[in-house]
């Protein structure tokens, strides 16, 4: 079993999608690095020698920003826009979409599940 970065690449699955399982790495984006490096995509994590796995750490440590760095990253941005209080700020600190989407009814995500009032009676059936 390969690890890169932190994180135990799974040992049957292509390297092309194993790579996916790297905070900040799309398929897109492990395409990219696997043609750099010249190794087949369709190869098996098992497949690979120890200079190919060397070669990609390499890759990956100095070109690319990964898991926990990538993360510290974007909790830092977040935090200095709810710091000077812009509308993505506000946004973040009370849990509510920032984009623009609609929250009368949707948004279900971010705001919660359905809250029922206490105390309120059904209607009696007749």
């Known amino acids: 079993m390969a690890r890169i970065a932190g994180v135990d690449l799974?040992?049957?699955?292509?390297?092309e999608v194993a790579l996916t399982y790297i905070y900040g790495i799309g398929?897109?984006?492990?395409?990219?690095?696997?043609?750099?490096?010249?190794?087949?995509?369709?190869?098996?994590?098992i497949n690979l020698s120890d200079e190919q796995i060397v070669a990609l750490r390499n890759v990956l440590n100095t070109e690319y920003q990964i898991e926990g760095d990538?993360?510290?990253?974007?909790?830092m941005n977040i935090k200095r826009l709810m710091?000077?209080?812009?509308y993505r700020g506000k946004r973040h600190r009370?849990?509510?979409?920032?984009?623009g989407q609609r929250t009368r009814t949707n948004a279900r995500t971010r705001r919660g599940g359905k809250k029922t009032m206490a105390g309120k009676k059904k209607a009696p059936r007749k």
């Open 27 to 45: 398929l897109s984006r492990s395409q990219k690095i696997l043609k750099t490096i010249h190794i087949d995509p369709n190869l098996r994590i």
């Open 70 to 75: 990538l993360r510290r990253l974007e909790s």
């Open 83 to 86: 710091e000077i209080s812009s």
């Open 10 to 15: 799974p040992r049957n699955k292509r390297i």
């Open 94 to 99: 009370t849990g509510l979409p920032l984009r």
